[in-house]
Structure formats: C-alpha cells, structure tokens
C-alpha cells in the first residue's frame, strides 16, 4: 500500500538572519501512515560538513546524527528567502570567498594567468553572457548549462545560487556531466570553482554521478529546479529535483510517414556524435545547497517516475523535471519526452501531495509555429500580477534550432496558450557572426524580481559556434513578456 499523506496550511516565521525575522507561507506536510517499504536518507555531521549516503532497499541503516526520512515533516516556502543570511555579513556588492575554496584559487589563476582560450569573449560578441565556459583545468571546461537560479533576500544584502550542470575536457569517449554551484551578490557576476567543493561556504561541484550499477543516474546528471523546504528540526532544506542518465542507449523506430529527427539524449552540442541515453527524473535534499543526498523514489534505479508504455507519448524518456508548489496538496510536475508517433517533442505533467510519489496527467504543450518539431526544458512560474501561470519553453524549429517561446495557463494545467503574437519566439539565436549565442537558445529559468512586479529575470543556455556552451540573462519589457532583451552593458 502507498503511503497517504495530509497537508495543512499553516503560518511560519522564518529567521532570516540572527537578529531579524521574515515572515513567509508555508505548507506543512506530513504523512498520515508509515511506508511499507522501509526507505532511509541518512546525512551525517561531521566537522561542519554532512557525508552523504543513501542505500538501495537491502541496504538501508539508521543513523542518529542526522535522518531524512518519508516520514520526515517538512515546510515549502518560498524561495527567495534564505534562513541564515547574516545582516552583519559583506555588502551586496561581493561576494566573500573562503580563501581556500576552489572559487578563490580561480581567481587567483585567472589573475595571475590572465584568462585561458576558452574563457571570457569579448565584450562586443558576448551580449547576455553572465557565465562562460571555465579554465582549462576546471570541471566545467568543456561545457556548461540547465541553469536553476535562485535569488535569497535579506534586510541589508541579497544573494544569489546558481545550480548548474558542467562536463570537463578529460578525454573520455562518454562525456559525464556533474551538477555545480556558483554564488553572486547581483545575479550578473559569479563566482564558481574549479573543482569539488571544500566547505560549506564554497562554490563548485556539489554532485557528482552514481558508481551503483542498478541507479539511473550513472552516466550523467542535470539539475532541473530547486524548491526550499523548512522543518522544525533541520531548519532550511533544499530538495533538488534533476534528470538522471544511465549508460542504457535507446532506439527510435519512426512510425511509417513519420519525418526522422536526429536527436540525442542528453543534448551535447559536440563532436561525440548523436547518442541517445535513456533518463528520469531523481530528487536529492541538503541543509546547506552544497552537500547532497539523494532520495530514493519508488522505482527499482531510485527514480522518481518511470517511461511509459511502448505506444505511450514520453516510452523513450523522461527529462528535466521542474516543479511548482501549486497549493498545500498539490505539487506539481512539468516534465518533456520525445513523442515518436507524432515525431515532436512535448512537454507534459504529473502531480504529487509529498513531491515524492507522482501520478502522470499526460501531455499539456506539444509544437506550433516556429517550433515545428516540439517543445522542451520546461519552467513554470506563479505570475502575481495576473494570477495566472507563466511557463518559458524551449522550442525546437524545423531547422533544429533552439528559440525559447513564453506561454499561460490560468490554472497551470490546461489550456495552455503562448503569447507572442503570431506565435513568434521570445528569445531568439542572435543573429551576428561571432555572436555566443548564435546558433540556439535554450534550457530557460525565469526569476521574477520580487520588488518590482513588472520585471522578470530570463536565464538560459546560448550555443554558439563549433556548439561552445555559455549561460546567459535577458530581462522583460515592463509589463509587456511578450520578448525579452539580452543584458548589455557590463562586463565579465
């Protein structure tokens, strides 16, 4: 039997420093009755840092320094608040590194060095660019993207995380990605790592690929959207919903009349050739953002949800799973799969009452105009000032190019509508010959200013030329979100 669970909304002070207060909605969540399957997350403490375990069925054990279980009460809460920023901290100008993180050793070789081949373009061909590739010798060397950012207030500073997927130039005929964090005062300048994360305070890799031969996430993994929860015990918990990718290739046998699309899995954007992994949806959790564990679903790999039948819309895979907290019951899923009967990719939705267990709904977006051959990389937004929901899409043309489209619901489920006129995209591939981000646009993450009603932030993945990789901002046009325009005016 599956475990039920009851929410109840209630009303939660937390602290956002440790002389203040901010006042947020949340959502208790708590289980009617014990899982009958005994599943365990255990973090344990150690020197100020958490070692992460988590254990297949067989292997669980119990751990008294710190244990995440199903039966665990949690609070969602909005985002951007963050318990623990310290009013007596820096300014919101900088960002203060450790000064032996991984983040300050690379600015100290960038300083010295000067910036590698592959680092920073120059400011005429790099408009929107907030995020280049990193040094020769840095995890993110070869490629970067799936931007989830969040931006955290407090009374006198703000900052902001950016969780991110980077794979290194290591040689290796199957390239793996890893999921990394970097940290801004401003959401424009970043600083990252070079390698692991070293302290609770660092930037850097914080997650890494399964080694276990029966998990989903072997071969690689790409963070998809973050949501903070707070318990009364643990204080804030971040639960970190990604796609995962095992070393399983999948083949597409088109249906007769059906035009063939090359496509891969994860995209690469490189000379590995178009290989197609099969992947699904996972969820890990942490108490600081940078020291993961993962939290098994119901599924035999630890996945959250399973493909679907053979004649099923999303049979091939399931992949970049975004969630929104609708209302105290009701979390919500928004996932894309590759529909082989109508040759398009879609994007479709399941919903959950613990943000654990997921009941499929189907499709909600397949293609339309200038995204002829599907939709993908879902983000869904609460959008305050119309009350309705706000999604950012990447739409995928006839020519195979990546635009990024924007369209509303009114209740987030059905009747999805895109608003540009004439269907048109809302960002587009620049249109300059040396321009970063000229041959696609993708993967987008929507941030709306919290201070101002009329302004969203709009982070996404530019591919530029021989498919080099940069993640990049565009910000909307008052009240109007029928396009946005690409940040100019600062520098790297």
Same mark, same amino acid.
């Given at each position: 039997m599956d475990t039920a669970t009851t929410i109840s909304k209630s009303f939660n002070v937390l602290p956002s420093s440790t002389t203040q207060k901010k006042a947020n909605t949340t959502y208790f969540i708590k289980k009617a009755w014990p899982s009958t399957r005994p599943e365990a997350l255990s973090l344990?403490?150690?020197?100020?840092?958490?070692?992460? #375990?988590?254990?297949p069925s067989h292997q669980r054990a119990s751990f008294s320094d710190f244990i995440i279980s199903r039966n665990s009460t949690l609070f969602l809460t909005h985002c951007y608040t963050k318990p623990g920023i310290d009013s007596a901290n820096k300014s919101a100008a900088s960002i203060e590194l450790d000064p032996n993180s991984s983040a300050a050793q690379e600015h100290d070789l960038a300083a010295t060095d000067g910036p590698p081949n592959n680092q920073a373009l120059t400011s005429t061909c790099s408009e929107g660019l907030v995020l280049d590739l990193g040094l020769k010798t840095s995890w993110d060397s070869a490629e970067i993207g799936s931007p989830v950012v969040k931006r955290y207030i407090g009374d006198n500073e703000e900052r902001w995380y950016m969780w991110y997927h980077g794979r290194s130039n290591n040689g290796n005929s199957t390239p793996s990605d890893s999921i990394g964090l970097a940290v801004s005062s401003n959401g424009i300048h970043w600083?990252?790592?070079?390698?692991?994360?070293?302290?609770?305070?660092?930037?850097?890799?914080?997650?890494?690929?399964?080694?276990?031969?029966?998990?989903?996430?072997?071969? $690689?993994?790409?963070?998809?959207?973050?949501?903070?929860?707070? #318990?009364?015990?643990?204080?804030?918990?971040?639960?970190?919903?990604?796609?995962?990718?095992? @070393?399983?290739?999948?083949?597409i046998n088109y249906p007769p009349g059906v035009p063939r699309i090359c496509i891969e899995n994860p995209e690469r954007n490189s000379?590995?050739?178009?290989?197609?992994?099969? #992947?699904?949806?996972?969820?890990?959790? @942490?108490?600081?953002?940078?020291?993961?564990?993962?939290?098994?679903?119901?599924?035999?790999?630890?996945?959250?949800?399973?493909?679907? $039948?053979?004649?099923?819309?999303?049979?091939?895979?399931?992949?970049?799973?975004?969630?929104?907290?609708h209302s105290s019951d009701d979390l919500r899923m928004y996932y894309h799969s590759f529909d082989v009967e109508k040759g398009e990719f879609a994007i479709g939705m399941a919903r959950s009452r613990d943000g654990i267990r997921w009941v499929k709904l189907g499709k909600i977006l397949g293609s339309s105009c200038f995204d002829e051959f599907g939709v993908k990389n879902a983000c869904v937004r609460k959008n305050q000032r119309e009350g309705n929901y706000l999604m950012a899409y990447e739409g995928v043309g006839k020519d195979g190019k990546r635009s990024i489209g924007l369209a509303v619901s009114p209740d987030g489920v059905k009747n999805w509508k895109r608003i540009q006129?004439?269907?048109?995209?809302?960002?587009?591939?620049?249109?300059?010959?040396?321009?970063?981000?000229?041959?696609?646009?993708?993967?987008?993450?929507?941030?709306?200013?919290?201070?101002?009603?009329?302004e969203w932030r709009l982070y996404y993945v530019g591919v530029g030329q021989g498919g080099r990789t940069g993640i990049g901002m565009a910000v909307s046009q008052g009240t109007c979100l029928n396009t946005f325009t690409r940040l100019s005016g600062f520098h790297l």
């Open positions: 344990q403490a150690s020197c100020g840092r958490f070692l992460c #375990s988590s254990f600083a990252r790592g070079t390698g692991d994360i070293r302290s609770c305070a660092d930037s850097g890799v914080v997650m890494k690929c399964r080694e276990n031969w029966w998990a989903f996430d072997t071969q $690689s993994i790409r963070p998809s959207e973050m949501v903070l929860m707070s #318990s009364p015990m643990y204080s804030a918990v971040y639960w970190l919903y990604y796609t995962g990718y095992t @070393s399983e290739q999948v083949e000379m590995f050739g178009k290989k197609f992994y099969k #992947s699904l949806p996972g969820l890990a959790c @942490s108490q600081d953002g940078r020291h993961w564990a993962r939290i098994e679903g119901d599924h035999h790999s630890g996945a959250l949800l399973d493909v679907g $039948s053979e004649k099923e819309w999303d049979s091939l895979f399931i992949a970049g799973p975004q969630v929104v907290v006129e004439d269907h048109e995209a809302a960002l587009e591939a620049s249109t300059g010959e040396d321009g970063w981000d000229n041959e696609g646009v993708g993967s987008p993450c929507l941030v709306r200013m919290e201070d101002s009603f009329d």
